[in-house]
């Protein structure tokens, strides 16, 4: 068929259900970056609460104008790091009234990286109903998109902004046998990654961002080949970074001698054999061979102690 014969695309439009909702704080998961990232239950949530509550009021009013749903009168309030002490009594007081709260963060899924856990737990604790509307997730998305294992992860948050706390922080999240993920600020990434390299510089990292956006982008090196990148000292937009574990260390034979040769004058071979392969993460089992290789040759003493 031509391009003149050929039909338009169908526009469809998603069925909005306004049913009442069960009291109860509705924590609503929003766009990341697509606008159409939202769920339908997501869309219907923020169509029936009684009350609607959002990081920023002024995202929430834009993402229903977008889905065309109406305020009918509700108020949209703000609850953020700055007011939430203030705000919290009367969400607190609508739920005690018998109302339905819908609470959404700037995007992504409530309670990561923003405020809303201090209202959920509130919630929680007073006996209320705490609801999830699951959807997008920065996180998740990152992850899912990095090519990093997904069996076992950590989000870890921001960094500290000072260079020595960072690097501690870095150091400590490092070690772990799990693929880390974090958040940073664009202007931030280029001195995460060259502290990285004091760590690990051939540690796989990833630096994802503008996720679901036009702009998206996923760039995949080791650490030090991502610090020496340009395209990390002019980022912008919504940045996700992600650490593969540790590669497993090699340990030689001759380490595992000196370490031994340390502990076998003042130890058992048995403790000295333990210690030694839980320091190195090696087999106890191989390390105690070598061990009572030592000890016979009258470099070490008897496990007869």
Known sequence: MSEKGREPPQ?????????????????????IGTARDITLRALDVLNSADILAAEDTRVMRHLMEIHGIPLRGRRVQ?????????????????????????????AGTPLVADP???LARDVAQAGFRVNAVPGPSAALAALS????????????????????????????WAQLDATVILFESPRRVNQTLTELC?????????????LTKKFEEVIRGTASDLAADPRMANLKGEVVMLLDRPSAAVVEQDDILAALHLRLPHMSVKDAAKEVAQQLGLPRREVYQLALSLAADGDGRSDEI
């Open 78 to 106: 703000a609850y953020h790091d700055h007011n939430a002490e203030r705000s919290r009594p009367a969400l607190m007081a609508a739920l005690q009234e018998g109302a339905s709260v819908a609470y959404a963060s700037d």
């Open 198 to 210: 004091e760590i690990d510089p051939n540690r796989m990292t990833v630096v994802a961002r503008e």
């Open 11 to 31: 526009r469809l439009s998603a069925h909005i259900e306004a049913g009442p909702l069960a009291a109860g704080l509705y924590l609503v998961s929003t766009p």
């Open 145 to 172: 998109v990095s090519g990093l294992p997904s069996d076992r992860f950590l989000f870890a948050g921001f960094p500290p902004p000072t260079r020595s706390a960072r690097l501690a922080w870095l150091r400590h």
């Open 116 to 118: 809303g856990y201090r």
